[in-house]
T-cell receptor
Framework: ETGVTQTPRHLVMGMTNKKSLKCEQH?????MYWYKQSAKKPLELMFV???????ENNSVPSRFSPECPNSSHLFLHLHTLQPEDSALYLC????????????FGQGTRLTVV | GQQLNQSPQSMFIQEGEDVSMNCTSSSIFNTWLWYKQEPGEGPVLLIA?????ELTSNGRLTAQFGITRKDSFLNISASIPSDVGIYFCAGQITSYGKLTFGQGTILTVHP
């Protein structure tokens, strides 16, 4: 238990569906992140939120839409995805600033059919 | 952007052997972190390093922050089957906690 909880753990969706991934952290952190992990690739940073404000979008396609309503919750809204978007989506949190440690959730295994 | 080169990509060892893996970068990092990821789970933090030259242990794991601030290594002594997983290094340069990850080292331990 890392203090970062992601739901659902597994998700299968069609290319025309709309779904959302949820992340919640109970660590009192003020920064939250979405990462994508594909087979045989390093973790790819997608979005960064600091104090609920998006501070980084790593050239992510608009079919991925993040939302951070407060410092403890982070969502990733998905629509019209492609099969190549199938991956493990990981949420992480940390204190904002240098020399901080990021803690990860267990991830959502997404399959787009 | 920053890149981390992690090696080896995979290791197949016998139980009881020692393991060594490392990460190098062309950029200077202020923080080095080592994570372990098991199948179906997210990465779990093993060791965090904050100063050049720092050597830190966590049980059978030892990691060092290179003097040049461009590299780090992780050693596992007397490996056991539950050490199996993917080990990632990660470096942090600036504020906001953004991490750059290595490609990972897949460790397999044969009993």
């Amino acid at each position: 238990e890392t203090g970062v909880t992601q739901t659902p753990r597994h998700l299968v969706m069609g290319m025309t569906n709309k779904k959302s991934l949820k992340c919640e952290q109970h660590l009192g952190h003020n920064a939250m992140y979405w990462y994508k992990q594909s087979a045989k690739k390093p973790l790819e940073l997608m979005f960064v939120y600091n104090f609920k404000e998006q501070t980084e979008n790593n050239s992510v396609p608009s079919r991925f839409s993040p939302e951070c309503p407060n410092s403890s919750h982070l969502f990733l809204h998905l629509h019209t995805l492609q099969p190549e978007d199938s991956a493990l989506y990981l949420c992480a949190s940390s204190q904002a600033g240098a020399n901080t440690e990021a803690f990860f959730g267990q991830g959502t295994r997404l399959t787009v059919v | 952007g920053q890149q981390l080169n992690q090696s080896p990509q995979s290791m197949f060892i016998q139980e009881g052997e020692d393991v060594s893996m490392n990460c190098t970068s062309s950029s200077i990092f202020n923080t080095w972190l080592w994570y372990k990821q098991e199948p179906g789970e997210g990465p779990v933090l093993l060791i965090a390093l904050y100063k050049a030259g720092e050597l830190t242990s966590n049980g059978r794991l030892t990691a060092q922050f290179g003097i040049t601030r461009k590299d780090s290594f992780l050693n596992i002594s007397a490996s056991i089957p539950s050490d199996v997983g993917i080990y990632f290094c990660a470096g942090q340069i600036t504020s906001y906690g953004k991490l750059t990850f290595g490609q990972g080292t897949i460790l397999t331990v044969h009993p």
